[in-house]
């Protein structure tokens, strides 16, 4: 918004400015065009002022060659010979205010009679002959001679009478019988033009028929020796007609007006300077200039108050922008670390993934998402194998490595709508959004379980490691996260069960390969019983004090000649399910004895050999018999052998019976798997077994977390009350061993120790051992 | 304005129509016609001449007539043609009517109270004023100045200016000045300057104590920057062919005291109507060459 705000306000200044402008223009336009308009109607109205006026005196003197011929008309042909009609006459023009003078010519030009015979002019041939033209046009009009073919005086001299030349004839011959010259005196003209306002430099003329001055005069009186007047124009009529034109005399424009009467042969023109008209209207004009100038002062001044007043509202606008915009940043900073810190707290900082609980916040609202759009969902549990034993063996810095890895390859291979999360040690989870198929969640877990076995490359080192992965799927296994995290849980475990790098289906009927391979195992058995493919690994029990081996607990392998080596977990609850676990259990007895006795033969130092006996084997009727027999067939001492059972075991009747009977035979009996089950030790008095083996579960404790120590601790001196001797499985560090030992436990075993060996490699290792522990 | 004129156009041609032929009278007898040059307004003038006219009247036993001249020409003109039987011209009309006719008789002249330009006695001067406000101090200070004369036949207000100045300046009036104006009479010259439309005015002194008389101006209104040589005042005159016996009766009358002639010459400023002949103004024969 502001930004687009900016240009708009920059803008506004300058359409301030033009509006200043186009009104300061409007308002000088204006005067000038008023002032033309004005100095046109002051000329206008002078004009017509003018134009009455000389129309009035041109009817005026018209009236008085009236009354020239009216006078023209007392003299008679008879008055050149009789003196009384000459005195009344010359009475007449000494009374008479115009006329003062009259003389009569006879056609040819030739003086009859004159009032004033002694400054008469004796011919006015020139004037005839001029005026022939004139006279027929016009008939017998009074008319004005030309000043220029004035006898009685040269051209320049100021006249003082106006000559008026009226023919007499009888009408209708078209012939003057004589002229009758009048002369009007022009201080009498003068005299009248006094009171007329001509204006000031105004002046009047009276021109003959060829434009010649015969008298000008303004209202001081008549003027002399003027600069002639040139550039007048007339329009030509045989009427009275007036005009008005203009012309230059001594460097000032005049406008005149005329009134031309053709018919008397005289124009009268009135002019004025142009600047005494306009006087009035510039006195105006300047009037209104300096209110124009004012107006402009005041319209620049006002524009430059806006613009300014703007410029610093602009200002202000800005300088709010500004901080408006720092404002909005620091806000965003803000948000930036309030996301920041969000995320910190949702985000599990070593993998970068979400942390339990926002993973379970987020694949929930995924999950219910997917659920709205009916598609499948997928949740994997994904766990590292032997990461434990990689963080001890390595460190935590490399098992930190391997998980940023582990984390970097599974964020490498999420969809848009997959979610990963790491759920603390190796434990991850994936959840699958999307819209798959069954078959393609499958490739897709088959994919990563190889992307995620590929070597690693760790701080310069390589390392190999594999992962077990559960899944399961909504809807089927679930409606929400917590029964799909339960059930990809124990897919997982199912999956590590079957060995490293392996997926399971929580849902078995899609475990379609397991399947096969169960079966296939199952059909092999039989075989595998009969040409003895299982075999015995051996792990070796230190007894704490003395750290000696004090026995070995065997542990069966299926040599299979397809799968190769197979651990109990992958076949021996299907040997329990198929009931193969009791030949299997017998088989196993039957290779400890054999052992036994090779060791024997060679002569090494004998150990007891610890057998583990399933709860179906302890159940079975004769099983006591049986081992006692086979004992006895291979000629062994009872104590050489131990038999390992579970808590489950000995719930039952006929295996009690079993037990006793072993027992009483001095077949030594162990409980083992002791902590994971519900029995409690006072349950164990009835039972007949010499030792008691700690759950490797409760032993791994002592090292995630030494608060569980007293468990075991009060476990321990419990059963040495109760006369039994302990033993730890599963004891990974020397920490563990310390505590076990300080705890009071007797004998330990453990990958601490020792792996479970083969047989051959058993003399080897007792030798190496025990050398060990006599350097040590 | 344009009523004005139509009124003036009415007045005038009813004026027109109103003269009538008078019967031309035997010598000395039915009626006597009197005229006179125009000096100031001619109503005025006709006003102030009437006690005179009356003196005449009453002493002659006849009519007298006044005939209003509109210029100093025209004057001339009806004493010479005889329409006139007394006429006061100026000095220089009279020698111009005289140059027409010698047989016309100057008679009598007035004698003045002395004034500030004009000092007492029978003679006065054409002067050559200015407004004291001017700036002009020299007659040749004048030279492109507008300037008002009187009349052509005028002595004062354009013969002496037109010779004894012009010597004077050693130019021609037209070349010095760059305009002139008949104004027609002395009064008018005197209020053209008065109301700016010239910068100067050749008039008579006499006039020029008259206006400081009425009360017109004040008598430090004009500054005197050129003056003639003294003139004789304007002189009473006969036209040719009057009779002896009324010219001495005219004459009789007019150096006579008595009422009418006490009130007249109080209205001319005079003291005395003095007899003069022609010799009085002879002297100004030169200027109309």
Redesign the interface.
């Known amino acids: 918004m502001n930004r687009r705000a900016e240009p708009s306000l920059n803008v506004v200044p300058q359409i301030m400015i033009l509006l200043g402008i186009v009104m300061v223009a409007f308002i000088w336009t204006l005067f000038l065009v008023q002032s033309a308009a004005s100095r046109d109607d002051a000329l206008q109205a002078q004009r017509s002022?003018n134009s009455?006026?000389a129309l009035?005196i041109s009817?005026?003197l018209k009236?008085?060659t009236d009354?020239a011929r009216a006078m023209a008309s007392?003299a008679g042909d008879e008055l050149a010979g009789t003196s009384?009609r000459s005195?009344?006459?010359?009475?007449?023009?000494?009374?008479?205010?115009?006329f003062?003078?009259l003389s009569i010519y006879e056609p040819n030009g030739n003086l009859r009679y004159s009032?004033?015979p002694?400054?008469a002019r004796t011919s006015i041939g020139p004037w005839l002959s001029d005026l022939a033209d004139h006279t027929a046009k016009h008939g017998y009009t009074p008319v004005l001679p030309s000043r220029r073919l004035d006898p009685a005086m040269a051209p320049g001299q100021?006249a003082?009478?106006l000559p008026f030349l009226v023919p007499e004839g009888k009408p209708g011959n078209g012939r003057v019988d004589r002229w009758i010259l009048v002369e009007l005196?022009?201080?009498?003209l003068?005299?009248?033009l006094?009171?007329?306002?001509l204006g000031y430099g105004g002046f009047l003329q009276i021109l003959d028929g060829e434009k010649n001055e015969w008298m000008r005069a303004?209202?001081?009186?008549?003027?002399?020796?003027?600069k002639p007047v040139k550039g007048l124009f007339f329009a030509s009529s045989n009427r009275v007609n007036s005009g008005a034109g203009s012309f230059e005399l001594s460097g000032k424009r005049h406008q005149y007006v005329y009134a031309n009467r053709s018919p008397n042969n005289f124009t009268v023109v009135v002019a004025q300077p142009e600047e005494q008209i306009l006087a009035a209207a510039l006195g105006k004009q300047n009037q209104q200039l300096v209110l124009n100038v004012l107006m402009t002062l005041l319209v620049a001044g006002i524009v430059v108050w806006l613009v300014r007043t703007l410029r610093q509202q602009q200002l202000a606008l800005k300088a709010l922008q500004k901080s408006e915009r720092r404002n909005q940043n620091l806000i965003e900073r803000l948000e930036g670390e309030h996301a920041r810190t969000t995320r910190a707290a949702s985000i599990d900082h070593l993998s970068g993934l979400y942390n339990r609980r926002q993973f379970l916040d987020v694949a929930a609202q995924a999950l219910a998402s997917q659920r709205r759009q009916r598609r499948l969902s997928a949740l994997l549990f994904i766990d590292l194998d032997r990461f434990k034993s990689i963080n001890d063996s390595l460190g935590h810095h490399i098992g930190d490595l391997l998980l940023q890895a582990v984390a970097g390859r599974i964020q490498h291979r999420l969809g848009d709508e997959d979610l990963a999360g790491r759920f603390g040690g190796d434990e991850f989870v994936v959840f699958m959004g999307g819209n798959r198929t069954e078959v393609d969640i499958e490739k897709w877990v088959s994919g990563l379980v190889e992307h995620l076995s590929a070597p690693y490359q760790l701080d310069g080192s390589e390392l190999n490691s594999s992962p077990s992965v559960g899944i399961a799927i909504s809807p089927r296994d679930g409606q929400s996260i917590d029964d799909l995290l339960r059930g990809a849980d124990a897919a997982m475990y199912s999956a590590k069960r079957a060995g490293r790098g392996q997926y399971r289906f929580f849902d078995q009927s899609l475990n379609s390969n397991s399947d096969i391979e169960e079966f296939h195992l199952e059909q092999a058995f039989a075989d595998a019983l009969r040409e003895r493919q299982f075999v015995l690994h051996y792990q070796p029990q230190v007894c704490l004090d003395s750290m000696e081996i004090v026995g070995y607990e065997t542990l069966v392998r299926w040599q299979h000649p397809d799968y190769g080596l197979l651990f109990p977990d992958r076949f021996i609850p299907m040997a329990e399910r198929s009931g193969f676990v009791v030949p299997l259990g017998m088989e196993v007895i039957r290779l400890a004895c054999e052992q036994l006795v090779e060791w024997q033969q060679q002569g090494l130092k004998a150990h007891p050999l610890a057998v583990n006996v399933s709860p179906i084997q302890l159940s079975e009727p004769g099983f006591c018999d049986r081992v006692r027999a086979e004992m006895e067939r291979h000629g062994l001492a009872q104590d050489m052998l131990e038999l390992e059972v579970t808590e489950t075991a000995v719930l039952d009747e006929q295996a009690m019976e079993n037990l006793n009977c072993l027992n009483d035979a001095g077949i030594r009996l162990s409980l083992d798997d002791f902590g994971t089950g519900y029995s409690g030790l006072a349950h164990l008095e009835s039972v007949p077994v010499g030792k008691l083996k700690i759950d490797r579960s409760l032993i791994s404790r002592i090292c995630n977390s030494h608060d569980d120590s007293p468990v075991v601790s009060s476990t321990i001196i419990l059963a040495k009350r109760m006369n039994l001797k302990v033993v730890a499985e599963g004891v990974e560090t020397p920490e563990q061993l310390v505590h076990l030992k300080v705890a009071g436990c007797d004998i330990a075993q453990g990958y601490h120790l020792s792996r479970p060996i083969p047989a051959a490699d058993v003399p080897h290792f007792h030798a190496t051992f025990n050398r060990l522990q006599e350097t040590g | 304005?344009?009523w004005v004129?139509?009124l003036?156009?009415f007045l005038?041609?009813s004026?027109?129509m109103a003269?009538e032929?008078?019967?031309?009278g035997s010598c000395g007898t039915d009626r006597l016609?009197f005229?006179m040059i125009?000096k100031k307004d001619i109503d005025e003038q006709l006003r102030e001449y009437q006690p005179l006219m009356s003196l005449l009247s009453e002493g002659l036993d006849i009519p007298v007539?006044m005939?209003?001249?509109?210029?100093?020409?025209?004057v001339i003109?009806?004493l010479?043609?005889?329409?006139?039987d007394v006429a006061v011209l100026g000095p220089g009309a009279y020698m111009q009517a005289y140059k027409?006719?010698p047989d016309i008789e100057a008679f009598a002249s007035l004698a003045v109270e002395p004034g500030h330009f004009t000092p007492a006695g029978s003679f006065y001067s054409s002067v050559l004023i200015v407004d004291r406000d001017s700036p002009v101090q020299t007659a040749t200070d004048l030279r492109g100045a507008t300037v008002?004369?009187t009349?052509?036949a005028s002595t004062s207000g354009a013969l002496i200016p037109k010779t004894r100045f012009t010597d004077h300046i050693g130019q021609s009036?037209?070349g010095f000045f760059a305009?002139?104006?008949?104004?027609?009479s002395h009064d008018?010259?005197m209020d053209?300057l008065l109301a700016g439309?010239?910068q100067a005015a050749f008039v008579s002194s006499s006039r020029v104590d008259e206006y400081v008389a009425r009360g017109v101006i004040d008598r430090d209104r004009f500054r005197v920057i050129w003056r003639s040589e003294p003139l004789h005042y304007d002189p009473f005159v006969f036209r040719s062919g009057l009779c002896d016996a009324v010219k001495m009766n005219i004459a009789r009358l007019m150096t006579r005291p008595s009422e009418q002639r006490r009130r007249f010459l109080e209205s001319q400023q005079a003291t005395e109507i003095t007899r003069v002949n022609h010799q009085a103004y002879e002297t100004l024969e030169e200027l109309l060459d």
């Not at chain 1, 005196?185 to 009498?188: H, L």
């Not at chain 1, 006094?194 to 306002?197: I, S």
């Not at chain 2, 032929?21 to 031309?24: E, V």
């Open positions: 002022e009455n006026l009035i009817e005026s009236q008085m009354r007392l009384s005195a009344r006459l010359l009475t007449l023009l000494a009374e008479d205010p115009v003062n003078r009032s004033h002694d400054s100021t003082w009478r005196d022009i201080g009498y003068s005299g009248l006094q009171h007329v306002n303004d209202t001081l009186g008549v003027m002399v020796g003027g | 304005m344009r004129y139509l003036w156009l005038m041609s004026g027109l003269g032929p008078a019967p031309a016609v005229s125009p007539e005939v209003r001249a509109s210029s100093y020409q025209s003109d009806s010479i043609s005889g329409a006139v027409r006719n008002a004369l009349d052509p009036l037209t305009g002139q104006v008949y104004a027609g008018k010259a053209a439309k010239v």
